[in-house]
């Protein structure tokens, strides 16, 4: 069992078993091997992507509700955070939303494939899910890792997340630039204030931190923003 991410599950109260600890290996397998096949992700080195995908994955666990609850991956990609979380969060219902049809069908086959009952896949764009009744406004928590900058993911996550729930973006050294440029969409979109959280101990994830965005009010209907109409501007 790998010791780093053992350590970061404790940290949480979060104790991973054998099994637990197979499936994460297991999806780092499935995850190179389609990297092969497809851009799932620049890491192709297996002690890397040990680090900077399960275990940076594994650094929002002291973030999420103690009980059962409903998480979005938006952007999921080749499956980090969302696929780790669902491993190590069994109680969580983790919804994986990603719009490129080649990397959702990944996303599909891997939580077949190592048996996730927990792991759905939505196939469409954050900003259409933020629109649609089944998955407006209903998750308890929404995460989003290496997607863009946060006056985006701001209006691409909050809509998601019900009031008194929170968006956690897992960003780096940028985010200095990016805080104020992001602070009059966060609260048009009912989020609260900012709270930035370092990422303690993680190789090479020196400037690594989680933004915590508490969602406070309910979103406006006429946001998110089609892509369409978006068109690149983010929100003022």
Not at 28 to 36: P, R, S
Not at 172 to 192: M, S, V, W
Request: hydrophobic share 45%.
């Amino acid at each position: 069992m790998n010791p780093l991410w053992t350590d970061l599950s404790q940290r949480a109260a979060v104790a991973l078993d054998q099994r637990q600890a197979d499936l994460l290996s297991r999806y780092l397998d499935l995850l190179l091997e389609a990297n092969h096949r497809m851009n799932l992700t620049r890491i192709a080195d297996r002690a890397a992507a040990e680090v900077h995908h399960v275990a940076d994955s594994l650094t929002l666990l002291p973030h999420l509700p103690a009980g059962p609850h409903r998480l979005a991956d938006v952007g999921s990609g080749g499956g980090a955070p969302g696929i780790p979380l669902a491993i190590a969060r069994p109680d969580a219902r983790v919804v994986l939303i990603e719009a490129t049809k080649k990397k959702a069908a990944f996303l599909s086959e891997t939580a077949e494939k190592l048996a996730l009952a927990n792991v759905t896949v939505c196939p469409r764009r954050a900003e259409d899910a933020g629109r649609e009744p089944a998955t407006r406004e209903t998750f308890d928590v929404a995460v989003a890792r290496a997607v863009g900058a946060l006056v985006w993911l701001a209006e691409w996550c909050l809509p998601l997340v019900k009031k008194g729930g929170k968006v956690l973006a897992m960003k780096g050294a940028k985010l200095a630039d990016e805080l104020p440029a992001a602070a009059k969409a966060i609260r048009l979109l009912g989020g609260g204030p900012p709270l930035v959280h370092k990422v303690q101990d993680l190789p090479g994830a020196e400037h690594h931190v989680i933004v915590e965005i508490s969602k406070i009010a309910k979103t406006p209907p006429k946001y998110p923003r089609p892509a369409t109409e978006a068109e690149s501007k983010p929100l003022p």
